[in-house]
């Protein structure tokens, strides 16, 4: 008898439920016992699919990461917009991914941190530093007589967006009161990185 063709449907509902899984409890606390009833399924069915925790985790993980990432080639890559309108864009875009998915940060840096092998050649090193935006910002740079190397404003960038969404648990203790509070803030901060980052890249 032929092997039963495997549902896409099926398997992606599968990853999703893994997906949340993981980021609520991280690898080593999650059971695949978790994602199958996550999933409303047994867990012989999630095991036809996916023959291990690691090898699922691996597909979410990765998966995951190009989300987080792959908005990220199509806005250095354009070169139809400005190095400014590109560091709107990318504030923006990542501002608005982590508000939907607030747990995604400190869940990827918590499993890179566990397991620092898991990317290695996985993804390319050319996905930032080949870019047409590191080309526009040697050039400001240059113009502007500066010698710093393109990379710190990248790491400043994402930093400043993502590093208030890590650091959440505090603010909500010492200076804020509500999630709209904190959800305000960001969007305050949405306009003010990019007056920071070309500020400096500037002036």
Known sequence: ?????????????????????????????ARTRDIA?????????LNYYFRSKEKLFEIVMLETLWQFLGGI???????????DEKIDNLTNR???????????PLFVLNELKSNPKLL????????IMKS???????????????????LHFVINTFSM?????????LLMAVALKKDAEFIELM?????????WIKTIIKS
């Open 187 to 195: 969007n305050e901060r949405r306009k003010l990185i990019p007056v």
């Open 120 to 127: 290695k050649g996985k993804l390319s090193r050319n996905i």
């Open 37 to 45: 009833e996550e999933a409303g399924m047994n867990l012989a069915l």
């Open 94 to 104: 990542y501002i608005d991914q982590i508000i939907q998915h607030p747990d995604l």
């Open 1 to 29: 008898m032929a092997k039963q063709k495997k549902d896409l449907s099926t398997e992606e509902k599968i990853k999703e439920a893994a997906r949340k899984v993981f980021t609520s409890k991280g690898f080593a606390a």
């Open 73 to 83: 080639q199509t806005i250095l890559y354009d070169t139809t917009t400005s190095i």
């Open 132 to 150: 047409h935006f590191i080309h526009q910002l040697q050039d400001e740079l240059k113009k502007n007589k500066k010698t710093i190397k393109p």
């Open 161 to 169: 967006v993502i590093f208030p969404f890590v650091f959440k648990p």
